[in-house]
């Protein structure tokens, strides 16, 4: 008797690299119905979207937009250039010189969202479809037949794995849909960027200054946008609209200009963070503007400590307190147990100083334990730190802190005669007290970033990166491993000590509540490694955008009320799946989630 076994059959593969699209319209009509789109959303920003004021930002006025129409006309405007440029119109073709399709795609879905929330919007604020205007109409069927005709541009199908007859339906299920993914992710991919062509250095220089002045004109439009739903459309359109400039190329070309003039890039970008405050004509926006750069460079000093030696340290926000507490007590607080009354910069240096020792006597005998055993102690140490300040009130233990109540009644700085708790004017300009603490704070930024800049490319910076990728392997080569993550541990809290020098003259009180683990307001040692991980770790712009991002976005989601955390972590789980990088990676970090992208010639020595 003989016995035939015979294998499961399966149906093969599916032909990869043919031309495919996600909308039966021929692309030579799709292409043209998404550029004609484009022009068509741009004119409808300039007729009435409804008739009445009531809804925020007057969208009743012909022939000036206002509010989210604004967003709507840029995000056409976008479109449609993306859809000039891929007809290879000369004068055009430098804004795609990787992808003008892809970048079509995301323009387009973007305009889209854009337009279609602003309807939803008016329509459920003011009682019905009955309120739009011509315009939002026009606005609304233009986004989607662009959208309709990008979808419809040709990309090569990737290669798929057909289903197994043998497997079951929920197999089945599962299996074609990650196939649908895959080819949804296709149509969005984008090309090999074309050769660059060489221009002389001032223009180089030039390009980068016109990148740091969008830059600067974006984040004032976001931080001072004046109602929700201005807010919840400026970050589609940034998102899709920064999406779309990569998927071009424009983001490649513009680093690849930025590394190659980092000392011109990192004076460019401080000085366009200095304008900020004189483009304000008050100091409410000055006030988030100063947090976030508290906030950004306490998120850069535990970079050094997660994102170069890769030490997990869950109780980070223990150094700013430390810092926060050592400058309210010796800058002549009435709260103070100390009558003293120390010059900034005598402060500032005793704040990092103290922060530093405590960050040696935390790490030295904890540095010796790897991964979660080391993230245990340091996030105990933090809440060490918090309960000790809170029982030094004179009643549970020495009378030193001022328990619950803190240090109170930090008094402004005055440096060299310069009050910063006084309105001051400069050129015409006029610029109020958080404005002046912006500019102190920015100043200590800047320290913080050159320190980061020259440690990470210095023997320690690659001592730490080695023990990093590997500390078994880093102790091998003769790299005293405890001696540099101690030396890690050091500087990173005294960077954040630095930083809460600054805080308690800002907030003119100290309390132990500011420096929890996990609270709603940051900096908190949960936001603090959000903010790196969600920047990118290793990097320097990856927290100051992250610490950016986690301040701002919470403050203007505040009308979610009870459902605020839960859009935000929600968002931050998504970010997380879909670029676990981060928004700008380190390049050797990039290349391990994506192993399919192309490597670059030359790493830097932090992975750049």
């Known amino acids: 008797m003989t016995t035939q076994n015979t294998a499961p059959q399966t149906t093969g593969k599916t032909t990869a690299g043919t031309p495919h699209s996600l909308v039966g319209i021929p692309p030579r009509t799709g292409r043209a119905l998404a550029t004609g789109g484009g ?58 010189p990787a992808s003008a399709d892809s970048a079509i795609k995301l323009a387009a879905l973007g305009t889209f969202a854009t337009a279609w929330y602003t309807v939803i919007a008016i329509s459920a604020q003011l009682g019905g479809l009955v309120n739009l205007e011509p315009g939002a109409w026009v606005a609304a069927i233009a986004t989607l037949a662009t959208l309709l005709g990008a979808l419809s541009l040709p990309f090569a199908l990737p290669e798929t794995e057909l289903t197994d007859p043998d497997d079951t339906g929920w197999e089945q299920f599962r299996h074609s849909t990650r196939a649908q993914w895959t080819v949804v992710k296709a149509s969005f991919a984008s090309g090999t960027a074309t050769p660059a062509r060489k221009l002389p250095a001032y223009a180089e220089i030039l390009i980068i200054v016109a990148a740091l002045a969008l830059g600067l004109t974006v984040f004032t439009y976001g931080i001072g946008t004046e109602y929700d739903e201005l807010f919840v459309g400026f970050l589609i359109t940034a998102g899709f609209g920064f999406a779309a400039a990569a998927k071009a190329g424009l983001v490649g070309r513009i680093s690849a200009l930025t590394t190659k003039h980092r000392n011109v890039t990192m004076i460019g970008a401080f000085v366009a963070a200095a304008a900020f405050p004189f483009t304000q004509s008050d100091d409410q926006y000055a006030t988030i503007g100063v947090y976030i750069l508290i906030f950004a460079t306490v998120a850069l000093g535990l970079n050094i400590v997660v994102g170069l030696a890769g030490l997990l340290d869950l109780g980070y926000v223990a150094f700013l307190g430390v810092g926060a507490y050592t400058a309210a007590m010796v800058s002549g607080s009435p709260s103070s147990p100390f009558d003293i009354h120390l010059p900034f910069w005598a402060s500032a240096i005793l704040g990092a100083a103290v922060a530093m020792i405590f960050g040696v006597i935390i790490g030295a005998p904890t540095l010796r334990l790897r991964g979660d055993y080391l993230a245990i102690v340091t996030l105990g140490f933090g809440e060490i730190f918090r309960i000790t300040v809170l029982n030094m009130d004179g009643t549970s233990g020495p009378d030193i802190t001022n328990g619950s109540n803190g240090i109170s009644s930090v008094p402004n700085l005055n440096i060299l005669g310069y009050d910063f708790g006084q309105e001051h004017s400069f050129l015409g300009f006029t610029i109020g007290r958080f404005a002046n603490y912006f500019l102190l704070m920015l100043l200590i930024t800047l320290v913080v970033v050159v320190v980061f800049r020259r440690s990470s490319d210095s023997r320690i910076g690659r001592a730490w990166i080695a023990i990093r990728e590997d500390e078994t392997a880093a ?23 630095l930083a809460g020098t600054v805080q308690a003259h800002v907030t003119y009180t100290v309390t132990p509540e500011q420096y929890q683990f996990a609270h709603v307001v940051p900096p908190n040692s949960a936001f603090l490694l959000a903010a790196v ?55 050797r970090r990039q290349l391990e989630f994506h192993e399919e992208a192309e490597a670059p010639t030359v790493l830097s020595k932090a992975g750049a």
Not at 475 to 487: D, H, Q, S, T, Y
Not at 551 to 564: E, N
């Open 39 to 96: 022009v068509l959303t741009v004119v409808s920003t300039f007729l009435a979207w409804t008739w009445t004021s009531a809804f925020p930002g007057d969208l009743t006025v012909y022939g000036y937009p206002g509010g989210l129409q604004v967003l709507v006309l840029i995000g056409g405007a976008l479109t449609t250039l993306f859809g000039l440029s891929s007809y290879g119109i000369k004068g055009l073709r430098w804004l795609t």
């Open 475 to 497: 102790l091998a080569m003769g790299i005293n491993g405890f001696r540099v993550k101690l030396i890690a541990f050091a500087l990173g809290a005294a960077l954040a000590g």
């Open 533 to 587: 991980v969600l920047g990118g770790m290793g990097t320097i712009s990856g927290p100051l955008v992250g610490a950016a991002l986690l301040y701002l976005i919470p403050a203007k989601l505040q009308f979610l009320g009870d459902y605020q955390l839960f859009a935000f972590g929600l968002a931050l789980v998504l970010l997380m799946r879909f670029r676990p990088e981060g928004l700008i990676p380190n390049r």
